[in-house]
């Protein structure tokens, strides 16, 4: 399975593209960013972001495509282009007929480092390790994509996972359902449960206001 991973911003949209493989074995195909200047009018900074996607879709053919999730919590106004730019990566994902997975930052962060609250440092660190490489890819957002794109292969049984991997991933591709704990998960596995309920409730609280 191809993945591509989807870090969602207006200035710099993160890509990073895997290949996954039985056991949890991944390899980066490539990562990068696509970038709009901040002096251009906010649609045709879409545009661009949406010809881009397409550009790399079209060059990797992924068989999933995971996206940040996107949660408004004090300042909505500072997440609006972050969250038009994820309804993008959606629509194209869906305009592709291709499996779509929403991902909080908390759950790729438990998910590569086993730590729901570790530093962006760590996670690119072990983004490196992972994958093996000599430098963990650059620019940070393009790392961030990677790893969003590990975490959805480990979450959705894409990569050789076992049943209590699924279980944590009940309803995942198109957004519905919660996220339960069975028995034998791991350490990072539960956490990844919790951080999943933790942001479901974090968006019932936020629709209700």
């Known amino acids: 399975m191809r993945i591509l991973g989807v870090d969602p911003g207006l200035t710099r949209c993160g890509i990073g593209v895997i290949d996954t493989a ?3 074995q991944v390899s980066l195909v490539e990562a990068g ?3 709009t200047p901040a002096d ?3 649609h045709l900074r879409l545009l661009a972001v949406a010809e881009g996607l397409e550009e790399w879709m079209a060059r990797h053919r992924p068989g999933a495509i995971a996206v940040e999730r996107v949660f408004a919590q004090a300042n909505v106004r500072s997440v609006t282009g972050t969250a038009q730019v994820a309804g993008i990566a959606m629509l194209a994902a869906a ?3 291709l499996p779509l997975g929403l991902h909080t930052p908390s759950e790729v962060k438990a998910a590569v480092t086993g730590d729901g609250r570790a530093e962006k440092a760590q996670v690119q660190e072990m983004v490196r ?3 093996r490489l000599e430098s963990a890819p650059k620019p940070a957002d393009a790392a961030d994509a990677v790893a969003l794109a590990i975490c959805h292969s480990w979450r959705a049984g894409v990569a050789g996972a076992s049943p209590s991997d699924r279980a944590v991933v ?3 591709h198109g957004g519905a359902g919660s996220a339960p704990e069975a028995p034998g998960m ?3 596995q539960r956490a990844w449960a919790a951080a999943e309920r933790s942001a ?3 968006g019932a609280v936020a629709e209700q206001r």
Do not use: K
């Open 170 to 172: 009940a309803g995942q």
């Open 200 to 202: 479901r409730r974090a």
């Open 22 to 24: 039985p056991g949890r």
């Open 129 to 131: 390790r992972i994958l």
């Open 33 to 35: 960013v696509v970038r």
């Open 186 to 188: 791991t350490a990072a």
């Open 95 to 97: 305009q592709a007929r």
């Open 40 to 42: 251009l009018a906010p």
